[in-house]
């Protein structure tokens, strides 16, 4: 009987500090501030319900087995009869989980197809195409409509739906953005695609969910959702006053490095494509601080972009390959 109460009591105190450490509920992905992010909220909750229900089933049979079939003194010489099983219940255990498994793909098939096309509701509004470059460790957004270029930020218009287009100038990084939508890896020489709206006017981290080496917990950015007067503002300013990116200035952007906000009023599409299969390889392995002396190095690699135009493209390395900071955001673009 003690041993019962105890793991009685044992299961209790899991399940109230499973409970209070929900109560606390700053997850961000729990607060959707759009269409598609309302529809992975709405899966992941099914799945907590379903998960939850599961559990409980399986913790009630537990107690009520141990309840049931504990030694007692009237039972302290008991021996159970041979058995060989019944068919029924190796029937029932069987096809549990294999509803549980159907119960949870279907809805999760008809989120990933809901949250590949343009949200419901708004297909009839052409997107606002962003393209996306990821670089170690800062993010470089790309306006081809409005031939402007950010970096570590970018501005949306609120109520209109937004095709991201995302790739990698080197390694393989996962773009994410919790409160509006799902995540989605970015590749070199590969293009995947991420819609999304916001809903209203706000400001929401972006950031790499996945690692990619030390400079990886500071790769963020943020998004500004605005009202489209204010995007339209915001446009025609970054356009008559931002300053021009230069090729020389692009090639350094992708070494290893932190950067602040920048913003630019022509893009890197004028010189190199990273989603193109045929492009450079646009690494600079020898650049890694691994901490232990022993940098990366250069593979012999006819496509590397460093192998082009040797000696104007090819650039000094940095003694210092720690993170640095730069505002070069033209004029009073502080992000906004």
């Known amino acids: 009987m003690r041993k019962v109460k105890g793991v009685i009591a044992f299961l209790l105190s899991v399940f109230t500090i499973s409970i209070l450490a929900g109560c606390e509920n700053n997850m961000v992905v729990f607060n959707p501030q759009g269409p598609v992010a309302r529809e992975i909220t709405g899966l992941i909750n099914y799945s907590i319900v ?5 559990v409980g089933v399986v913790f009630a049979l537990f107690i009520y087995i141990v309840w049931k079939y504990r030694e007692r003194k009237d039972n302290m010489d008991y021996e159970p009869p041979e058995e060989h099983g019944s068919v029924v219940l190796e029937t029932i255990w069987t096809a549990i989980p294999i509803i549980i498994i159907i119960a ?17 509701g708004y297909e009839n ?16 957004f790309s306006y081809p409509e409005q031939g402007i270029e950010t970096v570590n930020y970018v501005n949306i218009p609120e109520d209109r739906p937004i095709d991201f287009k ?3 100038a080197g390694t393989m990084n996962s773009f994410w953005i ?7 890896y970015s590749m070199a020489k590969a293009e995947t695609q991420l819609y999304l709206v916001a809903d209203n006017p706000g400001s929401y981290v972006g950031k790499n969910s996945n690692f990619n080496g030390r400079g990886f917990a500071e790769q963020q950015f ?67 601080d691994r901490g232990h002396g022993w940098p990366g190095k250069i593979f012999e690699d006819e496509n590397n972009y460093k192998n082009k135009d040797a000696g104007t493209v090819e650039s000094e390395h940095h003694q210092d ?16």
């Open 125 to 140: 509004q052409e997107p606002l195409v962003i393209k996306v470059t990821s670089a170690d460790w800062k993010w470089i």
């Open 104 to 120: 949870l793909t279907i809805p999760t098939i008809k989120t990933i197809y809901a949250t590949e096309k343009i949200p419901k």
């Open 178 to 184: 919790p409160a509006l939508a799902g995540q989605k």
């Open 222 to 288: 943020e998004v500004q959702a605005m009202t489209h007067e204010d995007f339209d503002k915001w446009v025609k300013e970054v356009q008559e006053t931002a300053p021009k990116l230069t090729k020389e200035e692009y090639l350094k952007k992708l070494e290893p490095s932190h950067l602040g906000r920048e913003t630019y009023s022509n893009t890197h599409l004028e010189w190199v494509d990273h989603s193109d299969s045929n492009s450079k390889n646009y690494l600079n392995p020898e650049m890694y």
């Open 166 to 168: 995302l790739t990698s």
């Open 50 to 54: 379903l998960m939850l229900l599961v």
């Open 321 to 336: 390959h720690g993170s640095h900071s730069k505002e070069s955001d033209g004029g009073e673009h502080s992000g906004h």
